[in-house]
């Protein structure tokens, strides 16, 4: 029913910038949540930053302040601004939604590819 589409991942050097997009599509929905995850080679699967409304955000402690998570309502959109990149912030990273009230509905973006070079 909805699809996502990641972009703005790459490979950059130690203290570079991304900003990470993902467009929701689809039929009629509503969305109530968006976050991003991340998976580094040998680690486990973590939550990187979440926003449910265009306040309310949380963000895991080894990127605060260095990363910004928005959204845009009328793209259906959601954004991730990554500042003073680290090695260590290499990773897959993967947009998540979460779809409707009544029923929420979860949906995974295919991934994108960070790399920071040290």
């Known amino acids: 029913q909805v699809q996502l589409v990641e972009s703005g991942g790459g490979l950059v050097q130690a203290g570079g910038s991304l900003r990470l997009s993902c467009a929701a599509s689809?039929?009629?929905?509503?969305?109530?949540?968006m976050a991003w995850y991340r998976r580094a080679p040998g680690k486990e699967r973590e939550l990187v930053a979440r926003?449910?409304?265009?306040?309310?955000?949380n963000y895991a402690d080894s990127v605060k302040g260095r990363f910004a998570i928005s959204r845009d309502n009328t793209k259906n959109t959601v954004y991730l601004q990554m500042n003073s990149l680290k090695p260590e912030d290499t990773a897959v990273y993967y947009c998540?939604?979460?779809?409707?009230?009544?029923?929420?509905?979860?949906?995974w973006g295919q991934g994108t590819q960070v790399t920071v070079s040290s």
């Open positions: 998540h939604v979460v779809v409707g009230w009544s029923r929420p509905t979860a949906y």
């Open positions: 926003i449910t409304d265009s306040t309310t955000t």
């Open positions: 689809g039929s009629r929905f509503s969305i109530n949540a």
